[in-house]
């Protein structure tokens, strides 16, 4: 099954526990935490998700564009995330280790991204310990970009080596995805797809949720 997982970047936040609520027939709740250091802008922190816990019942997928994700797993765990996701670009593999086996000590899943210019084989030091690889698909850093289909490569890749060694692991694309990139995305093997304005932006959000799943025209 094809799972789908909004961003609440592009949610109105003035009216954001009404925007999630928006998207209730989602899979996850997918969170951007940037640091301004480690891409170039700042989001949102602890407390909004602390705040949007009680909100949603769905799974909150937090990714981390941070520098040393180590030093705040445990902190966004405790707030309500289910799912933390870290960049392998952002510490040394022995500390993003570290991160993983600390999310995981708090009873949480953890997960590992990479940026468009990183190779697959990136992952492979983390692939059999972690629940989700996501592959961006857009620079991180803001919403709206144009998606890369030369990501697609990536993740057909990341495929064959989740199927070979850790076939549990979700396989997550983030960046762009619309209508018309969802199906590259799921034939190229993405279980997980996050997306932003192409949901918020949509006159009707659960037929669009639907539609990127595959299950409508």
């Known amino acids: ?89 952002a510490d040394t593999e022995e500390n993003i280790h570290a991160a993983i086996d600390r999310i995981h000590a708090r009873g949480k899943r953890a997960g590992v991204v990479l940026k468009p210019k990183t190779p697959a084989e990136a992952a492979l030091p983390f692939l059999e310990k972690v629940e989700l690889i996501l592959v961006m698909t857009v620079e991180p850093g803001f919403g709206g970009q144009s998606f890369m289909a030369d990501q697609m490569e990536k993740v057909s890749a990341l495929r064959a080596l989740i199927d070979e060694k850790n076939p549990a692991c979700e396989l997550e694309v983030d960046g762009g995805v619309a209508p018309d990139t969802c199906g590259a995305c799921i034939a190229a093997g993405a279980n997980v797809l996050v997306a932003g304005s192409a949901v918020y932006g949509a006159a009707d959000i659960p037929a669009r949720i639907a539609q990127l799943r595959g299950e409508t025209p």
């Open 1 to 89: 099954m094809i799972k789908i997982a909004p961003s609440i970047l592009s949610a109105d936040f003035a009216n954001l526990g009404r925007d999630i609520q928006r998207v209730s027939t989602a899979d996850y709740i997918h969170v951007d935490i940037m640091d301004g250091v480690f891409v170039p802008n700042i989001s949102i922190g602890l407390p909004v998700v602390r705040s949007i816990r009680p909100v949603t019942a769905l799974p909150l997928d937090v990714h981390l564009m941070i520098v040393e994700p180590a030093r705040y797993v445990e902190q966004f765990c405790d707030a309500g995330a289910d799912l933390v996701t870290v960049h392998v670009e």
